[in-house]
């Protein structure tokens, strides 16, 4: 039997006071125990703040202040955006020891770097960020922060494709709002060493790096620009885009600003390539509203001037819409004289003075107010200058300058009888006919002679009893010629209408018959054609058994139909807005029974142009013609010769219009009071000769 272990017997006699292995108890009073009065005397001698002392201090860092601006959630709320703690290394953390280095792998190092790659989202986040940041900067003072301008153009180095349009956008912004009104001429070694106030050098240094971060973008421009050729990625074509959208809105936005030339050459670029698409347009568009909005005219001529050099080094191998941007001109719609290819007609100066400047009465002066008066007109002329106000004598160099280039361009093509440009060409002549001089007018109308006559030997060659279907023409090419040749009898007489006609009639020995008759001979063709008032926005089915199922050209400038056209040229030989009654009777009589036999077999809304045109003819020449409704009132004898080719040999009154008779039971009412006006207008003549 094992034995049990004894127990520990609790002592309750409490030590001796003298022990130093014992503390006296709180639990018993004992007489030997220490008092409250050696407690507090004791106290005194304790050492409280050593355990606090001996404590590790714990440094609080200093909380960075947030310069970020609130936000607005989704909710409407306003809330501060934190910004996380970033953890400041040592001082002396890249002192290392050997160790350390040699525990580093190949493996950890390229985690490191791949960790601190930023994503292509964040960089665009981060551009959009500065790229406001430094544009806020600049547009508050663009003489303190001029610096901006080279850290909008490094961000815009980037090769990220979005984070470089970013920057190309964001430049075209803040030169659009800084560039100063005027153009900013370089400083020369007088200027550098003159001296000048604190503000004068500041404001120079503006200008300066200015105009060299300007230089700077716009050869960007040039560069990205010219990637938009064909055999190019997406990528950089999108850049291209931008690009020249950047060059067409600071061209409209700052015309007067240093390197407009540059901005010129990228938008003339642009339109001298084959592929039509939204830069071409956005860049043809561009030259229209800068031609329109040009007050002074230096900077149209400018463009004129790359344009026709343009066009001249490409053989005329352009577009039509190219050529029509000088239709939309606004100095040659304010010019007063006229002028040719070689020179211009200057307004002519009193016969009277005989070369000599007129007198007048001078004012006596001494010489220190012939000095102040000199000095007040130099300060004058500066000031003049940095407003860009134009005199007038210099708006009309600029004016003559591009009137000439202009004529020279159209004549070259009128040379070259290029037939996609040829409309462009007469429409334009028939705008600027008043300005045309007497010298250039001959020349214009031999050429114009010369392009009528060979439209009308291609008709007279063609022969109705055979065709042969690999030498035919298209429907397409007769209209073209058909129009063109109706062009060419409009700007024949525009171009007589501009000058004085009987002084013009009495010098150049001017003869307009081949035009009349070309038309004259025309109408009956004109009006047996099935596609006459067909345009490129008509809804029409193909015709299945046609050769060539080309569609219609649209033409670009000139939208008129062709029955809008022949309207406009028998107005111009019928009723001249010059000389009116001077119109032979024999041609009214004429032209009056043909087109009475053309309106048979016209289409509706033609008929009633010519029966519309007819009116107005009756009205002016009704005693003219008054004895084609009568038969008993015959000056001629024979009869009326139609198919003859020539309005003189036609014997017009020996005919009558019986017609009228047709017209009256015409299917369409508007065409039945249409002939009634005529009959109307006819028995008002006759009153009034009665």
């Not at 190019?232 to 809105?249: D, F, G, K, N, R």
């Not at 670029?269 to 830069?279: W, Y």
């Not at 956005?282 to 004129?304: N, P, Q, V, W």
């Not at 020995?509 to 004109?526: C, G, I, N, Q, W």
Request: with cysteine; hydrophobic share 35%.
């Amino acid at each position: 039997m094992a034995l049990a272990p004894a127990r520990k017997k609790r002592r309750l006699s409490p030590p001796e006071a003298h022990s130093p292995e014992t503390s006296p108890s709180t639990l018993v009073e004992t007489s030997d125990a220490p008092s409250g009065n050696d407690f507090f005397a004791n106290a005194a001698r304790w050492n409280l703040e050593q355990n606090y002392e001996t404590r590790p201090r714990k440094v609080k860092k200093k909380d960075r202040e947030n310069t970020r601006l609130p936000i607005k959630t989704a909710e409407g709320r306003v809330e501060q955006l934190v910004v996380p703690d970033i953890k400041e290394e040592d001082n002396d953390s890249w002192l290392g020891s050997d160790e350390e280095k040699d525990t580093t792998t190949p493996e950890s190092a390229e985690v490191k770097i791949e960790e601190t790659k930023i994503s292509g989202r964040q960089q665009i986040l981060e551009a959009k960020e500065e790229l406001a940041r430094v544009a806020s900067l600049i547009n508050e003072d663009p003489e303190e922060h001029v610096g901006g301008f080279r850290t909008l153009a490094q961000i815009a180095s980037s090769s990220n494709l979005v984070v470089k349009k970013l920057g190309l956008a964001t430049q075209l912004t803040v030169y659009k709002d800084v560039i100063p009104g005027y153009r900013i001429r370089p400083l020369g070694d007088s200027d550098m060493t003159e001296k000048v106030s604190k503000e004068v050098r500041r404001l120079r240094a503006f200008e300066q790096g200015l105009v060299g971060s300007y230089q700077k973008y716009v050869n960007e421009l040039t560069k990205h620009a010219r990637s938009s050729r064909g055999g190019v990625s997406e990528a950089l074509s999108s850049l291209a885009t931008v690009a020249i959208s950047c060059a067409c809105t600071l061209l409209l936005a700052v015309p007067h600003f240093n390197f407009r030339g540059e901005l010129i050459k990228i938008l003339v670029t642009k339109l001298s390539g084959k592929r039509i698409d939204s830069d071409y347009t956005k860049c043809r568009e561009t030259f229209e509203t800068l031609f329109r909005d040009d007050e002074d005219g230096t900077a149209s001529l400018d463009a004129i001037t790359t344009l026709t050099r343009m066009m001249k080094a490409c053989n005329f191998r352009i577009d039509e819409s190219v050529l029509n941007t000088f239709l939309h001109l606004r100095l040659l719609s304010e010019f007063s004289s006229k002028g040719s290819q070689n020179h211009i007609d200057r307004s002519q100066p009193d016969p009277a003075l005989k070369g000599k400047k007129p007198k007048f009465k001078k004012e006596f002066r001494t010489k220190k107010q012939r000095k102040l008066e000199k000095e007040r007109k130099a300060i004058s002329k500066e000031f003049n200058e940095a407003d860009a106000i134009v005199s007038h004598e210099e708006r009309d160099r600029m004016q003559a300058e591009t009137l000439k280039l202009v004529f020279v361009t159209y004549f070259r093509i009128l040379k070259a009888r290029i037939p996609t440009l040829t409309g462009a060409v007469l429409e334009g002549l028939a705008k600027y006919a008043h300005l045309i001089n007497q010298d250039f007018f001959g020349d214009l109308l031999e050429a114009l002679k010369d392009l009528t006559t060979t439209v009308a030997s291609s008709h007279d060659d063609e022969d109705p009893s055979f065709e042969d279907p690999s030498t035919s023409e298209t429907p397409a090419t007769t209209r073209s010629a058909t129009r063109d040749s109706l062009l060419c009898i409009i700007t024949a007489f525009a171009l007589l209408e501009g000058q004085d006609a009987h002084k013009a009639v009495s010098t150049l020995h001017l003869d307009l018959s081949l035009f009349t008759t070309h038309l004259y001979r025309s109408l009956h063709a004109l009006a047996l054609d099935p596609d006459l008032e067909l345009s490129a926005r008509s809804l029409r089915l193909p015709d299945p058994h046609a050769l060539a199922l080309s569609p219609l050209p649209a033409p670009r400038i000139n939208i008129q139909t062709t029955p809008a056209l022949l309207m406009r040229a028998l107005a111009s030989i019928l009723l001249p807005p010059i000389s009116t009654h001077a119109v032979p009777p024999i041609r009214v009589a004429a032209f009056s029974k043909q087109l009475f036999i053309s309106a048979l077999h016209l289409p509706e809304k033609s008929a009633m142009g010519v029966l519309g045109l007819m009116g107005r003819v009756v009205k002016t020449h009704g005693r003219k013609i008054a004895g084609l409704w009568d038969t008993e009132e015959r000056k001629g004898d024979g009869e009326f010769e139609a198919r003859r080719g020539e309005v003189e040999g036609s014997n017009p009154f020996a005919g009558t219009v019986w017609e009228g008779e047709l017209l009256r039971l015409h299917f369409a009412p508007g065409v039945r009071r249409g002939y009634e006006d005529v009959e109307r207008g006819v028995g008002e003549g006759r009153g009034v000769a009665g």
